[in-house]
């Protein structure tokens, strides 16, 4: 066996073991394969890996050609000659005897930085291969060779654990006592994020350890091109310093295309097309080049491109910066950004509450950093009307999300600067700055700002403005317990929109009425108004607005001791909730859902609840509810047995009462004071003052890091560790990996999370049968080469290569592996003993359709069948809940199952039995005559035998 030419490195390699396995792969599949990356990105290193890791299986040898030092394409063919040991002659030209050597047997030639010599490397390869039939080669390089056959390997930044090693390896060089501890384990963490995860980057940044610390290194790297200098003496010396390896790769541009990256700086974040074409007007650059520059640019490795429902490119911090510093500030592009994104703020502002709602909060999110900067140039130059259109833009984005903070501070930022605006702009931000300060608990500032605004308003003779001032002056009332006044404004409010005919903003102030007369506990007044408002919503379709009137509807209901029904109006305001990501909905549907789980005894269930609602009032910025969460935290801890958290928690929420200035609702008091008495009398008066003082005396941080994770105390039993691998296909199909969510940028682009899905689904698979099922238009080439791309991205994303298996030409997902997956859990619980634990829990699991987010006859096959078990499992667990004599939580059940599937008529009959052992027999004669309209409208029959005469037995019973 040769031996090859494999340079040997000091310096260890860290980490990149998928990447290696997934290489090794095709290598074995492929013989062109391209690995492609910034300068720095460690393409080289992982070059060196992959031959070492791979020399066994060449016995013509595994053979390394560095290329960087050639400035001419001649030159190629004779650095292949002299690393092969090959000599030409003049009876025995280069080009055939270097083919002959490459044709010895299997034989890796390993090209190693072409991006300067692509064209010459592209013919070379293609020759090569063709007259070499045992010959791979593996190129490294900054652009595509576009070559025949060529498989591309985009080499990814290193992950956070492989690039926080990285660095503590090189430190140690300079340093040997180097350690990542707990003191400066966040500073390393966050010079590893600031690079981007750039080994080369990286590696200078820890070079400096010898003289400063990590926080001080993360400090200086805002200037990052100066810090990072001084590397390796046998580098070329441009893999010293990332200014030179960016020196290099920039040279290799043309004209155009260093226009283009130029232009691309004001862009912090992620950008689609559209945004570079906005900012390419005025540069010289014609509109139908901007794409193809744009390619060239993500070809190279300078532009980095995420596959999503549409396109989003980025640029690494680190040449960003390097664009900024060397190529020179473009204040033409800066304006041009800042005009493109205050057309997008003012785009979301005009229909963020209308039928598209959900694409623009998606756009809202997708575009947060670039409106960012878009608002800071204009603060920057002083252009008031410019920073408060995308403020103004924004804040109800910002408000239907529950991000109540930077909401508020981005309208504050741009009231704060001087220059001229239209008068009903700046009342509009006015406005908006006012009902974050309200939901933030700055009663003060809010007043002044509303008060201001509706003055500005009334000057104008703007009466719209006028009514959204009085709607949030309502609000104000509400909070401060002053209900006669919330309730007087609140009806003025309606009547001028009723008025003006603006039904959309009608349906607003319908709502926000029903939940002022829902907390002065005026609950028949507030049911008529929710029942109205979701009657206005249903016509706009607005998601949001009918997610927040099922929460307010479910909280009438809770509060009037209709739990199954508050049940089933809390699980619809909370689907749409998490569906729309509507954090202000979610909170206070998750927070009215505790109180529910409380009075019913599920004390773990009220407690998770509650936790995740004050988890999303603090990081929004939405303190109003926040005491309420507190008090009913502590009903569901003093009732857990720990009544000592529970008189702290309620000490804490009083104070916040008294400082914020905002009373218990009216409808809440006698929940807050039947907890209060059952805390005192558990700990004794003495004791409970004390607790309770220790609550008022500590920070809300401070409590709210005392609390645990949940109530439940087992007794003490060896507890396994979590699997590494967490796979839910309930709802939207999702996986975990080691805690952290896999998202948009894990999985590159949807396909590579539905062959998992379907993988789980088989045993094992012939890569025909996949084909059929999530390519069914593709031909054979197009087959191959998407779905060995799409298998390679999906092994990537879940972190190990061994995760799918190939075994006789059969794909399978590894289940040897540690890994849970709620879909088989759900299965193996149903299809065991029908207990009513167990099938609560089947109940549980099913959070949604199976993999609600695909599409194609496998997925619906699937989902059909576990519906069905869904459906059985709610109808014998209601009928085990009958038995038990708990009639309403069989109700709420039959009701899940009737949500799930309106024409299941058992669900409607056992319901409508339900109520009458609840000794509601009008509510169960009512129920029939839905179902006999529901059937009629939907398949043109009527009810079963035994639906009728169920029915007939309860008209014949005396009474009503």
């Given at each position: 066996?040769?031996?090859?030419?494999?340079?040997?490195?000091?310096?260890?390699?860290?980490?990149?073991?998928?990447?290696?396995?997934?290489?090794?792969?095709l290598?074995?599949?492929?013989?062109?394969?391209?690995?492609?990356?910034?300068?720095?990105?460690?393409?080289?290193?992982?070059?060196?890996?992959?031959?070492?890791?791979?020399?066994?299986?060449?016995?013509?040898?595994?053979?390394?050609?560095?290329?960087?030092?050639?400035?001419?394409?001649?030159?190629?063919?004779?650095?292949?000659?002299?690393?092969?040991?090959?000599?030409?002659t003049?009876?025995?030209?280069l080009?055939?005897?270097?083919?002959?050597?490459?044709?010895?047997?299997?034989?890796?030639?390993?090209?190693?930085?072409?991006?300067?010599?692509?064209?010459?490397?592209?013919?070379?390869?293609?020759?090569?291969?063709?007259?070499?039939?045992?010959?791979?080669?593996?190129?490294?390089?900054?652009?595509v060779?576009?070559?025949?056959?060529?498989?591309?390997?985009?080499?990814?930044?290193?992950?956070?654990?492989?690039?926080?090693?990285?660095?503590?390896?090189?430190?140690?060089?300079?340093?040997?006592?180097?350690?990542?501890?707990?003191?400066?384990?966040?500073?390393?963490?966050?010079?590893?994020?600031q690079?981007?995860?750039?080994?080369?980057?990286?590696?200078?940044?820890?070079?400096?350890?010898?003289l400063m610390?990590?926080?001080?290194?993360?400090?200086?790297?805002?200037?990052?091109?100066?810090?990072?200098?001084?590397?390796?003496r046998?580098?070329?010396?441009?893999?010293?310093?990332?200014?030179?390896?960016?020196?290099?790769?920039?040279?290799?541009?043309?004209?155009?295309?260093r226009?283009?990256?130029?232009?691309?700086?004001?862009?912090?974040?992620?950008?689609?097309?559209?945004?570079?074409?906005?900012?390419?007007?005025?540069?010289?650059?014609?509109?139908?080049?901007?794409?193809?520059?744009?390619?060239?640019?993500?070809?190279?490795?300078?532009?980095?491109?995420?596959?999503?429902?549409?396109?989003?490119?980025r640029?690494?911090?680190?040449?960003?910066?390097?664009?900024?510093?060397?190529?020179?500030?473009?204040?033409?592009?800066?304006?041009?950004?800042?005009?493109?994104?205050l057309?997008?703020?003012?785009?979301?502002?005009d229909?963020?509450?209308?039928s598209?709602?959900?694409?623009?909060?998606?756009?809202?999110?997708?575009?947060?950093?670039?409106?960012?900067?878009?608002?800071?140039?204009?603060?920057?130059?002083?252009?008031?009307?410019?920073a408060?259109?995308?403020?103004?833009?924004?804040?109800?984005?910002?408000?239907?999300?529950?991000?109540?903070?930077?909401?508020?501070?981005?309208?504050?930022?741009?009231?704060?600067?001087?220059?001229?605006?239209?008068?009903?702009?700046?009342?509009?931000?006015?406005?908006?700055?006012?009902s974050?300060?309200?939901?933030?608990?700055?009663?003060?500032?809010?007043?002044?700002?509303?008060?201001?605004?509706?003055?500005?308003?009334?000057?104008?003779?703007?009466?719209?403005?006028?009514g959204?001032?009085?709607?949030?002056?309502?609000?104000?009332?509400?909070?401060?317990?002053?209900?006669?006044?919330?309730?007087?404004?609140g009806?003025?409010?309606?009547?001028?929109?009723?008025?003006?005919?603006?039904?959309?903003?009608?349906?607003?102030?319908?709502?926000?009425?029903?939940?002022?007369?829902?907390?002065?506990?005026?609950?028949?007044?507030?049911?008529?108004?929710?029942?109205q408002?979701?009657?206005?919503?249903?016509?706009?379709?607005?998601?949001?607005?009918?997610?927040?009137?099922?929460?307010?509807?479910?909280?009438?209901?809770?509060?009037?001791?209709?739990?199954?029904?508050?049940?089933?109006?809390f699980?619809?305001g909370?689907?749409?909730?998490?569906?729309?990501?509507?954090?202000?909905?979610?909170?206070?549907?998750?927070?009215?859902?505790?109180?529910?789980a409380?009075?019913?005894?599920?004390?773990?269930?009220?407690?998770?609840?509650?936790?995740?609602?004050?988890r999303?009032?603090?990081?929004?910025?939405?303190?109003?509810?926040?005491?309420?969460?507190?008090?009913?935290?502590?009903?569901?801890?003093?009732?857990?047995?720990?009544?000592?958290?529970?008189?702290?928690?309620?000490?804490?929420?009083?104070?916040?009462?008294?400082?914020?200035?905002?009373?218990?609702?009216?409808?809440?008091?006698?929940?807050?004071?039947?907890i209060?008495?059952?805390?005192?009398?558990?700990?004794?008066?003495?004791?409970?003052?004390?607790?309770?003082?220790?609550?008022?005396?500590?920070?809300?941080?401070?409590?709210?890091?005392?609390?645990?994770?949940?109530?439940?105390?087992?007794?003490?039993?060896?507890?396994?560790?979590p699997?590494?691998?967490?796979?839910l296909?309930?709802?939207?199909?999702?996986?975990?990996r080691?805690?952290?969510?896999?998202?948009?940028?894990?999985?590159?682009?949807?396909?590579?999370?539905?062959?998992?899905?379907?993988?789980?689904?088989?045993?094992?698979?012939?890569?025909?049968?996949i084909?059929?099922?999530?390519?069914?238009?593709?031909?054979?080439?197009v087959?191959?080469?998407?779905f060995?791309?799409?298998l390679?991205?999906?092994?990537r994303?879940?972190?190990?290569?061994?995760?799918?298996?190939?075994r006789?030409?059969?794909?399978?997902?590894?289940r040897?592996?540690?890994?849970?997956?709620?879909?088989?859990r759900?299965?193996?619980?149903?299809?065991?003993?029908?207990?009513?634990?167990?099938?609560?829990?089947?109940?549980?699991?099913?959070?949604?359709?199976?993999?609600?987010?695909?599409?194609?006859?496998?997925?619906?096959?699937?989902?059909?069948?576990?519906?069905?078990?869904?459906?059985?499992?709610?109808?014998?667990?209601?009928?085990?809940r009958?038995?038990?004599?708990?009639?309403?939580?069989?109700?709420?059940?039959?009701?899940?199952?009737?949500?799930?599937d309106?024409?299941?008529?058992?669900?409607?009959?056992?319901?409508?039995?339900s109520?009458?052992?609840?000794?509601?027999?009008?509510?169960?004669?009512?129920?029939?005559?839905t179902?006999?309209?529901?059937?009629?409208?939907?398949?043109?029959?009527?009810?079963?035998?035994?639906?009728?005469?169920?029915?007939?037995?309860?008209?014949?019973?005396?009474?009503?």
């Amino acid at each position: 066996m040769a031996d090859g030419s494999l340079p040997v490195r000091l310096s260890s390699f860290v980490g990149r073991e998928n990447e290696l396995g997934e290489l090794e792969r095709l290598v074995s599949a492929a013989r062109l394969v391209t690995l492609i990356g910034p300068g720095g990105s460690g393409k080289s290193r992982l070059g060196l890996a992959l031959g070492r890791r791979v020399q066994p299986r060449f016995a013509g040898g595994v053979w390394w050609v560095a290329l960087a030092h050639l400035n001419d394409p001649t030159g190629v063919l004779p650095a292949i000659a002299e690393t092969l040991h090959v000599r030409s002659t003049p009876t025995a030209p280069l080009l055939p005897a270097i083919e002959r050597r490459l044709s010895s047997g299997p034989t890796l030639l390993v090209l190693d930085n072409c991006e300067h010599l692509v064209d010459a490397i592209a013919d070379l390869a293609a020759t090569l291969l063709t007259n070499c039939p045992e010959l791979c080669i593996v190129a490294t390089s900054q652009a595509v060779l576009n070559a025949e056959g060529e498989v591309m390997f985009a080499v990814p930044s290193l992950p956070s654990p492989d690039a926080v090693q990285l660095y503590a390896d090189r430190a140690r060089q300079a340093r040997h006592d180097f350690v990542v501890d707990a003191a400066n384990a966040e500073d390393v963490l966050r010079i590893c994020q600031q690079l981007d995860g750039i080994p080369l980057a990286i590696e200078l940044a820890a070079a400096w350890s010898a003289l400063m610390t990590p926080a001080e290194v993360a400090t200086k790297l805002a200037n990052p091109l100066a810090v990072l200098v001084g590397g390796d003496r046998q580098s070329l010396p441009r893999h010293r310093a990332m200014q030179a390896a960016l020196d290099w790769s920039v040279s290799l541009l043309s004209e155009p295309e260093r226009q283009l990256l130029r232009r691309l700086a004001p862009f912090p974040g992620t950008f689609d097309l559209a945004a570079v074409e906005a900012v390419s007007a005025e540069s010289g650059v014609a509109s139908g080049e901007v794409l193809r520059l744009l390619s060239s640019l993500v070809n190279r490795s300078l532009v980095l491109v995420t596959q999503g429902a549409t396109a989003r490119y980025r640029l690494l911090q680190v040449v960003r910066q390097f664009v900024v510093s060397e190529l020179g500030e473009d204040e033409a592009a800066a304006r041009l950004h800042a005009d493109w994104f205050l057309s997008v703020a003012m785009r979301i502002g005009d229909g963020v509450d209308g039928s598209q709602q959900e694409e623009l909060l998606r756009l809202f999110d997708e575009e947060r950093g670039n409106l960012r900067a878009a608002l800071t140039w204009c603060e920057a130059n002083g252009l008031a009307e410019g920073a408060l259109h995308i403020a103004v833009g924004c804040w109800w984005a910002y408000y239907l999300q529950g991000w109540f903070s930077e909401g508020r501070d981005w309208l504050e930022s741009a009231l704060a600067i001087e220059g001229s605006a239209p008068t009903e702009l700046r009342a509009r931000a006015l406005m908006g700055a006012a009902s974050m300060a309200h939901l933030q608990g700055d009663e003060d500032a809010s007043e002044t700002w509303l008060q201001a605004g509706l003055a500005a308003y009334q000057a104008e003779g703007d009466r719209t403005g006028v009514g959204i001032e009085l709607n949030w002056l309502g609000g104000v009332a509400m909070r401060r317990g002053d209900y006669a006044e919330a309730r007087r404004l609140g009806e003025e409010t309606v009547a001028l929109w009723e008025e003006l005919g603006d039904e959309s903003r009608a349906a607003r102030a319908v709502d926000y009425l029903c939940m002022r007369e829902l907390l002065a506990g005026e609950l028949s007044r507030a049911s008529e108004l929710g029942l109205q408002a979701y009657e206005l919503h249903e016509r706009s379709g607005n998601a949001e607005a009918l997610a927040w009137t099922a929460v307010l509807r479910g909280g009438i209901a809770l509060y009037s001791g209709d739990v199954g029904l508050a049940g089933s109006f809390f699980a619809d305001g909370l689907r749409t909730a998490r569906a729309g990501a509507y954090r202000n909905v979610l909170a206070w549907g998750l927070q009215l859902r505790g109180v529910l789980a409380l009075r019913s005894g599920r004390f773990d269930e009220a407690w998770r609840d509650l936790s995740e609602a004050l988890r999303l009032c603090l990081e929004g910025g939405n303190r109003w509810r926040v005491p309420t969460v507190l008090e009913t935290l502590a009903g569901a801890a003093v009732e857990s047995s720990d009544a000592k958290l529970a008189a702290r928690l309620l000490g804490c929420a009083g104070q916040l009462h008294e400082s914020w200035g905002w009373p218990v609702p009216a409808v809440e008091r006698p929940d807050v004071e039947r907890i209060t008495a059952s805390v005192r009398q558990a700990l004794g008066p003495s004791v409970f003052a004390g607790e309770w003082e220790l609550g008022e005396l500590r920070s809300l941080d401070e409590l709210v890091a005392e609390l645990p994770a949940s109530l439940r105390r087992p007794a003490p039993v060896a507890v396994a560790e979590p699997a590494p691998l967490v796979l839910l296909g309930f709802g939207a199909s999702a996986a975990r990996r080691d805690g952290a969510l896999l998202g948009p940028a894990d999985w590159g682009y949807a396909k590579p999370r539905e062959l998992l899905f379907f993988l789980l689904g088989e045993e094992s698979a012939h890569k025909d049968t996949i084909g059929a099922a999530l390519w069914p238009e593709a031909s054979t080439l197009v087959l191959r080469n998407s779905f060995h791309t799409c298998l390679h991205q999906l092994r990537r994303a879940l972190g190990r290569t061994d995760w799918i298996l190939f075994r006789k030409g059969r794909y399978a997902f590894n289940r040897s592996l540690a890994y849970s997956f709620d879909v088989e859990r759900f299965a193996s619980v149903v299809g065991g003993p029908r207990t009513a634990l167990a099938l609560a829990e089947a109940v549980e699991l099913y959070r949604g359709d199976y993999c609600a987010d695909l599409s194609g006859a496998w997925v619906d096959t699937r989902r059909s069948s576990l519906q069905q078990s869904y459906e059985r499992a709610l109808l014998d667990l209601a009928g085990l809940r009958t038995g038990e004599g708990s009639h309403a939580a069989a109700a709420e059940l039959y009701l899940r199952a009737i949500e799930h599937d309106p024409l299941l008529e058992p669900a409607h009959r056992e319901l409508m039995a339900s109520y009458v052992r609840m000794g509601d027999r009008g509510r169960a004669l009512r129920h029939y005559q839905t179902l006999s309209t529901l059937l009629a409208d939907e398949l043109g029959v009527g009810p079963s035998a035994e639906t009728v005469a169920l029915h007939a037995a309860l008209i014949r019973e005396p009474g009503d």
